[in-house]
């Protein structure tokens, strides 16, 4: 469930016809429903469809927001071809209702909403917040917010770009995404959310994928593991073809990254050039029927894809929600990651091998949705022998990126461990080589020395380099290389906020942030500095130098607070009777005008 601050909620109509021959005027939410591709084989008349597509978008009003619902492989490769004057704003991914089991791979999860607009500027819409959801051990929200709960929102957190809380099912109309669109851009600049439902015109052909013909040959790059210090395609220039189990690829995104020696923030079209070449010699030196993977944005992906479509067999596109929740109005909180095979995928080797250890184990399985995280609940769901896990499906929504900083080195993106435990245990067998051409700070090559895999680490930087080596020397002295580093150095942050110097603080910052809550409840609005000097019982300078900003000073009066205990029914935060009457409403007259059978639709409101 969801709620959306100050929207006026969009009406949905049905527009009959191909979206070819409609036409559109005034500025609203058009919403094209295509089929679930499952191969790009499928699409009837690829070049046809893309052009419809795109002359679709050039038509719509110029402040539109244009939603496009179907698959990831669809997704991708249309977004290559998107003409200029369209702008990917979101990558959307929303879980399937069926989701459609592989043999040997991973479960596909999740379809494609694309969210594109003819405006540059960033996406309109309205503030929208996700319910929270309670674990059904315990009865406490999901997620443990600690000392936090006078900061968050007493429904739920933000929305972020990946809808787990509703689903989508290909064969019946997607009520719940409708209902999503019509709140989450309910501006005052729109009436309608119109839908085009192209799922008859555009029906998938049963036309099979023919991968590439690669002869099984392998060759052997080493018999030990290395560090390499030093560009990545001169490095892998020196690889033999085929001769790599595994590559994986976290590369500078472009996007102004304090790198210690990597200007990352170059000419976009440059960057992919220079992303062609690794990738090509990634692809060279991978083994017939092995995976490339390469972590990135959605929309950094689609023009990895674009490449890789043209030298490798595509074979996953995994969703992973790294953010522990979404910060900011803008809900861009996943990563993708690419996974490409060259010829024939062999089976996931975690899938085909007849055991795996307790330490690939515990990484290749995730908790089942909505079971809390709280120690001593998994403790008590072990001990009454609670089936509360399953095999990772290809979206990962329980490894968050690390934000503590004893828990990293000095480099501004490492990757949290588990992320790639989970990696290496699904695409890798014990002794296989694994190759990182962007090592960082080493969590590649660690884990993989951890999990017994041999590894080839690449990195440009001496002194990542250097930090690297040092962890691996820990890690074999018996030290964890990944323990809590409480040295109280600063260490090296993307976020552009400075640090506060540690202090010990005589009041705690809760205390002072409900101080100003108080305060503002008092006086009918969020105070400034010298309201909260002239108020509070506390010294002004407490303030000033405990908080980065004024914002994160009045940040509890911004908001309700929350409790993590599940309330009552009658006392859990409903949407308005009359919004919830109109979702109603608007479900059963879709049922009616269309032929649609299923009531599906109904039950999900
Ligand atoms: C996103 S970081 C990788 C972080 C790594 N996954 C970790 O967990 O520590 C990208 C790394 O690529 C390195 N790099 C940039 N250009 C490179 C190049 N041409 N060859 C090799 N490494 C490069 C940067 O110095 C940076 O450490």
């Not at 607009?117 to 309109?124: A, G, I, V």
């Not at 953010?323 to 024939?344: A, D, E, Q």
């Not at 290496?424 to 017994?452: C, H, K, R, Y």
């Amino acid at each position: 469930m969801h709620s959306s601050e100050n929207a006026t909620s969009l009406k949905d109509r049905n527009i009959k016809g191909n979206i070819a021959e409609v036409k559109t005027t005034s500025a609203n939410v058009e919403f094209v429903i295509l089929p679930y591709y499952k191969t790009l084989e499928e699409i009837p008349d690829k070049n046809n469809l893309f052009n419809q597509l795109n002359d679709f978008i050039s038509r719509t009003n110029e402040h539109s927001t244009i939603a496009i619902l179907t698959s990831s492989i669809f997704a991708s490769d249309f977004c290559t071809q998107l003409k200029n004057d369209a702008h990917l704003k979101l990558w959307i991914a929303v879980k399937l209702t069926n989701p459609i089991e592989r043999k040997n791979y991973l479960t596909e999860r999740h379809s494609a909403l694309l969210i594109i607009t003819r405006y540059k500027e960033s996406l309109n819409h309205t503030k929208t917040r996700i319910g929270y959801t309670y674990c059904p051990y315990c009865d406490k929200t999901t997620k443990d917010y600690g000392g936090k709960k006078h900061l968050y929102h007493e429904f739920g957190t933000l929305m972020s770009d990946v809808w787990r809380d509703i689903t989508v099912d290909f064969e019946s109309y997607p009520s719940e995404v409708v209902n999503r669109l019509c709140d989450l851009f309910g501006l005052p600049q729109y009436k309608f959310v119109n839908v085009y439902d192209q799922r008859e015109f555009y029906k998938p052909t049963n036309k099979k994928h023919s991968f590439r013909n690669i002869p099984e040959t392998e060759n052997i790059f080493s018999e030990k593991s290395r560090l390499l210090n030093g560009d990545c395609i001169a490095q892998l220039k020196k690889i033999p073809d085929n001769s790599i189990d595994f590559c994986f690829a976290d590369p500078p995104y472009n996007l102004n990254k304090k790198y210690e020696s990597w200007n990352d923030g170059i000419n976009i079209q440059k960057y992919f050039e220079w992303c062609d070449q690794w990738l090509s010699e990634l692809a060279r030196v991978l083994k017939p029927g092995r995976t490339l993977a390469v972590l990135n944005i959605p929309q950094w992906c689609v023009r990895h894809f674009k490449h890789l479509n043209t030298i490798l067999d595509y074979q996953d596109w995994i969703v992973w929600e790294g953010l522990s929740m979404p910060v900011r109005m803008i809900m861009p909180s996943h990563y993708s990651i690419l996974c490409f095979s060259k010829g024939k995928p062999k089976p996931l080797p975690a899938l085909a091998r007849n055991q795996n250890t307790p330490f690939e184990k515990k990484a290749i399985e995730t908790q089942l949705e909505n079971y809390c995280i709280r120690a001593n609940c998994i403790t008590l769901r072990k001990r009454l022998k609670i089936n509360d896990s399953e095999i990772a499906s290809n979206i990962w929504w329980d490894i968050h990126r690390l934000k503590h900083n004893s828990r990293r080195v000095d480099h501004p993106c490492q990757l949290p461990p588990m992320f790639m435990y989970r990696l290496i245990s699904l695409f890798t067998n014990e002794n296989e080589f694994v190759l990182d051409p962007f090592n960082g700070a080493g969590t590649t090559t660690l884990t993989a020395q951890q999990l017994n895999r041999k590894y080839v680490g690449i990195e440009l930087s001496e002194y990542y380099h250097n930090i690297t080596s040092q962890r691996h020397n820990e890690l074999s002295s018996g030290l964890n290389p990944f323990r809590k580093i409480n040295d109280e150095k600063p260490k090296a942050k993307n976020s552009r906020v400075e640090r506060l110097k540690k202090q010990k603080y005589e009041v705690s910052k809760k205390v002072l942030q409900l101080e100003i809550k108080n305060i503002s409840k008092q006086l009918g609005h969020i105070p400034t500095k010298d309201e909260v000097t002239r108020h509070s019982k506390f010294p002004i300078e407490y303030f000033e130098n405990y908080f980065i900003s004024w914002g994160e000073a009045t940040a509890a009066a911004r908001t309700t607070g929350m409790s993590e205990a599940k309330k009552a029914d009658n006392e859990i935060y409903q949407l308005p009777g009359i919004q919830l009457s109109f979702i109603m409403e608007r479900t059963k007259s879709y049922l009616k005008k269309s032929d649609i059978k299923s009531k599906t639709a109904l039950k999900n409101v």
